[in-house]
């Protein structure tokens, strides 16, 4: 088909969107690491500076040597200031005489006050190298997990397409082929609207009916609030006596969702439902994401929440949503599987965002997998909760699990953003917590 199918063009949009934002992620992230170089280099220079006061002598001596003293390592200038500083108040105490002369006590409480002076800055020049050296840790490893976020798809491990028997593929490139229930379709007064809400499904593999509803109406420019889109819908599930093009998911086992509300119904089409896209498009249908998405999750209440989050992501949030979020291998050897990975549409920053419900949970595991997100997104961590209780006790559970580690948290949660908060800045994190 001229200009290549539509799949192929959504494939290289998606291949170019996911090039800049590994271009954008990764001069971020050197940014960081530069700004960390350059604070370790300044703390460098300092300790030099302190050798340099101690002993001029020294100093000059090591650099006519070709051994200059800026090439020696943090712990080599601490362990020469010590013995200095020790060298030092061992010559003030043999100075010291009996007649306790003014002129020699006061070069003695002068001599005193520098060592204290020259110990203090050496302590304080310490933390800040082993600050910064936490720090650069930190950077390495949040972008060796965004660059394993990054790394191109597999050909074999791309989602595949529904599978279809070769005689309804033969169907679909014939289409004097089609059955009958086809033909009186394409003929019936409702074709336009079920038609176009059946080719919305496959299209972009949306499960959840107020999703697709309010997809629908932007496609129809229709009202969202229209009930002849919830009826579309409708007459595709109760199709004819055969059965129908769409069916209804029952995957809950209570009707109530934490969120707020009854669950939304979840949508997918049938085998004829599939069969009936490839009659109208002549390509295999996308699919479906509430499929996709629960093999890898714990639940399908899990699934729906992650679902739920990703939209709202999207249209309050403003980001962009990678498809599947991979596995993501840690330098310490451990795991870190993110729920959500989403690219900030304006500063190019990618985020990991992980999804909770209010539910029990084991400590244990919680204590471990804050300290992987900790590690993998360098202190900034975002989660996206079911309902405000959810929001708070995980706040509580970060805060207790991470214990003096410096980290920023944004929190936000959807029965709350459905009522129309949002946060101090007008976003929707509802609750940030600031790096101290």
Known sequence: MAGGSLTEQQAEQANRISDEMARQSIEHQQALQAGAERKWKNAHKALVEIVRSLDPDYYDA????????????????????????????????????????STLQNQLDEAVRKIAAYQQEEKRLQEIIQGLRNE??????????????????????????????????KCVENAEGEPDWMHEWRSGRMFGKESAALI???????????????????????????????????????????GGLVEALNVFEQTGASTGGNHPDVLRLTERGQLAYQYLTRQAPVENEYQRLVRRHKSPEHTLLNIQAAEALVEIGGYRI??????????????????????????????????ERDANKDNGSRVRKWKNVLNA?????????????????????INRALGDAR?????????????????????MWLSVRRAR
């Open 322 to 355: 990678a498809e599947e979020a991979p596995d993501i291998h840690l330098p310490d050897g451990s795991l870190f599987i993110p729920d959500l990975v989403a690219t900030d549409s304006h500063t190019g920053e990618m985020i990991f965002v992980e999804v």
């Open 200 to 242: 919305l499904m496959g299209e972009t593999g949306k499960s959840l009916r107020p999703s697709l509803i309010d997809l629908l109406a932007k496609k129809l420019n229709l009202s969202p609030g229209n009930s002849s889109l919830s009826e579309t819908f409708n007459r595709l599930i109760n199709f004819d006596t055969h």
């Open 62 to 101: 090591c650099q006519k040597s070709g051994h200059a003293i800026e090439a020696f390592e943090d712990e080599a200038l601490h362990h020469w200031i010590v013995i200095r500083i020790k060298s030092l108040q061992n010559r003030l105490s043999q100075a010291m005489r009996p007649d306790h002369s």
């Open 407 to 427: 980290f920023s948290s944004h929190l936000t949660n959807l029965n709350s953003l459905r009522k129309g908060k949002r946060g101090q800045d007008g976003g």
């Open 136 to 169: 650069n840790q930190q950077l390495s490893t949040h972008l060796h997990a965004i660059r394993q976020v990054q790394r191109p798809t597999n050909p074999q491990e791309e989602p595949q397409a529904s599978p279809q028997p070769d005689d309804r593929q």
């Open 377 to 397: 997104t360098n202190g900034t961590i975002y989660v996206v909760c079911d309902n405000i209780s959810c929001e708070r006790a995980i706040q509580t559970e």
